[in-house]
Each structure stands twice: as structure tokens, then as C-alpha cells.
């Protein structure tokens, strides 16, 4: 006597088969994809010559971990995070959000602390790195703070 197979239960196996292996194919992908990203990136880093300050999502993408500058005419408000020194140190990243000359807004880091009270500081002109999150990362840190760890590409999340 020869037995069948039950043929919703071997439908929905075989679905969930088909699934995974897509599902896995897809990571592979994405794992290519984003060590492509952190290259770009780490050219990025590389280059010396500054790019405008960017207005659009787009234009950050494009512009992440490259050199920047912007006049901070007028500071909006100063907001405390997480953040690491340039020596290593955990505590404070103190990051200003700026009224731009063109009439827009931007943020700069304008760096470390141990204490999360934000310093006071006016704005000015201000020049760094293009950080994940369209935040500049000053190069020179406001006065009575410390630098804050450079980005780097090498920091991003690549778990494909």
C-alpha cells in the first residue's frame, strides 16, 4: 500500500523552502551591496577637497565623510547625546542645530564633554566631516570642549 503525500502540508514546506532561499539570497546581496557602501565611504574619507554644504537627502548621501563648512548665523538650540572623544572616552557629544545664511538649518557637533549640560556657544563658521545623519562633525571643537571621534565608514552595522 503506497502512501500519499498531504498536499497542503507539502505546499506550504515547499513555499517556506522557496522563502528562506530568497530570503538568503537577498542577504547575500545586501551584504555585497553595503561592502560596496563602506568603500565609497572610505573614499570618500580620503579626499581632501571640501564639497557645499548639502541641502537635500540626496546630497548627503552623496557627501557623507567628506570635508565640509557652514556659517552657524545663528544657533537654534544645542542638544546633548551619547558620544565618544577623540582619545576614546565615553560621554557627551554636544551637537548645535544652526539658522543657515540661505535660510535652511543644519546640525554640527560641536563636541565632547563629560558633563551633558550644554556649553554655551554663538555659532560662527564651522568646518569638519559630513557624519551619518547630515551632521557635520566640527574639526575644531567649541571653546571648553574636547574633539569628538572622527566618523568612520569602518563604524557602520555590516551584519548580512
Same mark, same amino acid.
Given at each position: 500500500?503506497?502512501?500519499?503525500?498531504?498536499?497542503?502540508?507539502?505546499?506550504?514546506?515547499?513555499?517556506?523552502?522557496? &522563502?528562506? @532561499?530568497?530570503? =538568503?539570497?537577498?542577504?547575500?546581496?545586501?551584504?555585497?551591496?553595503?561592502?560596496?557602501? +563602506? *568603500? %565609497?565611504?572610505?573614499?570618500?574619507?580620503?579626499?581632501?577637497?571640501?564639497?557645499?554644504?548639502?541641502?537635500?537627502?540626496?546630497?548627503?548621501?552623496?557627501?557623507?565623510?567628506?570635508?565640509?563648512?557652514?556659517?552657524?548665523?545663528?544657533? &537654534?538650540? @544645542?542638544?546633548? =547625546?551619547?558620544?565618544?572623544?577623540?582619545?576614546?572616552?565615553?560621554?557627551?557629544?554636544? +551637537? *548645535? %542645530?544652526?539658522?543657515?545664511?540661505?535660510?535652511?538649518?543644519?546640525?554640527?557637533?560641536?563636541?565632547?564633554?563629560?558633563?551633558?549640560?550644554?556649553?554655551?556657544?554663538?555659532?560662527?563658521?564651522?568646518?569638519?566631516?559630513?557624519?551619518?545623519?547630515?551632521?557635520?562633525?566640527?574639526?575644531?571643537?567649541?571653546?571648553?570642549?574636547?574633539?569628538?571621534?572622527?566618523?568612520?565608514?569602518?563604524?557602520?552595522?555590516?551584519?548580512?
Amino acid at each position: 500500500m503506497t502512501r500519499r503525500l498531504p498536499l497542503l502540508p507539502t505546499l506550504v514546506v515547499a513555499a517556506a523552502v522557496a &522563502l528562506m @532561499i530568497g530570503l =538568503g539570497v537577498w542577504q547575500l546581496q545586501r551584504a555585497e551591496w553595503k561592502a560596496d557602501l +563602506i *568603500a %565609497r565611504y572610505s573614499r570618500a574619507q580620503a579626499m581632501s577637497s571640501n564639497v557645499p554644504w548639502p541641502t537635500t537627502e540626496e546630497q548627503v548621501e552623496r557627501s557623507l565623510f567628506r570635508w565640509s563648512q557652514f556659517d552657524c548665523q545663528r544657533v &537654534l538650540g @544645542i542638544r546633548s =547625546g551619547a558620544g565618544t572623544s577623540a582619545q576614546g572616552m565615553k560621554g557627551w557629544a554636544h +551637537i *548645535a %542645530r544652526c539658522a543657515l545664511p540661505s535660510g535652511g538649518e543644519a546640525e554640527v557637533a560641536i563636541g565632547w564633554s563629560k558633563e551633558p549640560a550644554p556649553p554655551p556657544w554663538s555659532g560662527g563658521e564651522v568646518s569638519g566631516v559630513i557624519a551619518p545623519g547630515g551632521v557635520l562633525r566640527a574639526a575644531q571643537p567649541a571653546p571648553g570642549l574636547q574633539p569628538l571621534a572622527p566618523p568612520d565608514p569602518k563604524d557602520l552595522p555590516n551584519n548580512h
